[in-house]
């Protein structure tokens, strides 16, 4: 309750720019909420000491029996704990609002007390000059008869002020219109820079991605030139060594230097984790094979990509429908070869439909593996 609390108090506590014109209305509303807390969790205080008394000092509610009664003392003090934070956070809270209700209260009564200084001095300025508005009405008066032999000049001077007013009127007009032009020439030339900058945009995006585009093409011709080979060794070896004596033989290897290296490094890796391999000693006339050592032939193929066969006399739809623990023995450590050799072996083949444990039917319990070309 407390952490929630506190959030309400972050999520209500204003930001700098509102300090500079504070809302006096949510200040007094949210004043308000919390003044209305502070009372609900100082009766909540009331309410615990309340309970802590009855706890000590009578057999109210637990009927005598000392395990109720500590029990009840227990939860009073509780509540007595949490209701004092609370009070506490509350308490705090309303300070901090009735101090920035306070400071807008008095920021607005100063500068209406500004407003109402600027408007006797203004009076006060507006008096003095109707006084010497007066004084002067008074010399006026006494000079109107000469006034009077000046106002036709006055009047001539007037008709040519006017003159002169409407020429500058004129002018007003014109320059208003060059105004006018330079102010479109400017929102002109601004939104040219703004389609300048989004052109800009445009165009390191497009090069960030032709970047991108390019990097994978790399990484791709790299995938493409590099020779395949396992990756730390170790680490599958320790793998694959909970399943040593586990039997293994290979199907087929394609006949190029890439594909055949491979086969020997997983061979290599089978052996060092106790692995048992079934070598082929004998040729096939109608399959070519590779020959590894002496005795040692493995028949050669045109497929694609690693595989792992292995044999069960379960359908492939009734293995699908297990989870892996279930699996028969066979197939759980084919299924692990295959994805350890997959996750050790760069530049990495993708496990795909394609590459998958394959199934057939059949109860051998020896694992077969294939290494062809490199995709």
């Not at 208003?176 to 445009?202: H, M, N, P, Y």
């Not at 066979?330 to 530049?347: F, G, Q, T, Y």
């Amino acid at each position: 309750m407390i952490k929630s609390l506190a959030r309400q108090w972050r999520a209500a506590k204003p930001s700098n720019s509102m300090l500079a014109s504070p809302d006096i209305s949510s200040l007094s509303n949210s004043l308000s909420r919390w003044e209305t807390a502070e009372y609900v969790y100082a009766g909540l205080v009331a309410l615990a000491c309340a309970g802590e008394y009855v706890a000590d000092f009578t057999t109210w509610f637990t009927a005598g029996r000392e395990e109720r009664r500590k029990q009840l003392a227990k939860i009073s003090t509780l509540v007595l704990i949490a209701s004092l934070a609370l009070e506490l956070v509350c308490l705090v809270k309303t300070n901090s609002l009735s101090g920035l209700l306070i400071g807008s209260l008095s920021e607005r009564a100063e500068r209406a007390d500004q407003k109402a200084r600027t408007a006797i001095t203004d009076s006060s300025t507006a008096l003095s000059q109707a006084r010497d508005a007066q004084a002067r009405a008074g010399a006026a008066q006494d000079s109107l008869g000469r006034a009077q032999d000046e106002a036709n000049k006055a009047q001539d001077e007037a008709n040519k002020a006017q003159d002169e007013a409407n020429k500058a009127q004129s002018a007003a007009t014109s320059a208003l219109t060059l105004a006018r032009g330079a102010r479109e020439e400017a929102d002109s030339f601004e939104r040219d820079i703004v389609s300048a900058k989004k052109q800009a945009a445009d165009a390191e995006s497009h090069l960030a991605e032709a970047l991108k585009r390019a990097a994978v093409t790399s990484a791709e011709l790299d995938r493409i030139k590099s020779p395949r080979s396992l990756t730390d060794v170790s680490g599958l070896v320790d793998i694959l060594r909970p399943f040593g004596g586990t039997e293994f033989k290979f199907e087929s290897v394609f006949a190029d230097d890439e594909s055949i290296h491979l086969l020997r490094q997983i061979n290599a890796a089978l052996e060092s984790a106790g692995w048992k391999r079934i070598k082929q000693s004998g040729m096939n006339l109608s399959i070519p094979t590779v020959q590894l050592g002496q005795n040692d032939l493995v028949n050669t193929d045109v497929s694609t990509g690693t595989l792992v066969i292995v044999e069960s006399t379960e359908p492939m739809e009734a293995l699908e429908s297990l989870p892996r623990d279930k699996l028969p023995s066979n197939v759980r450590i084919a299924i692990i070869l295959n994805e350890a050799i997959i996750s050790h072996m760069s530049p990495p083949e993708s496990l795909t439909p394609q590459n998958r444990v394959s199934v057939s039917p059949g109860s051998s319990t020896v694992i077969r593996i294939k290494v062809g070309k490199k995709p």
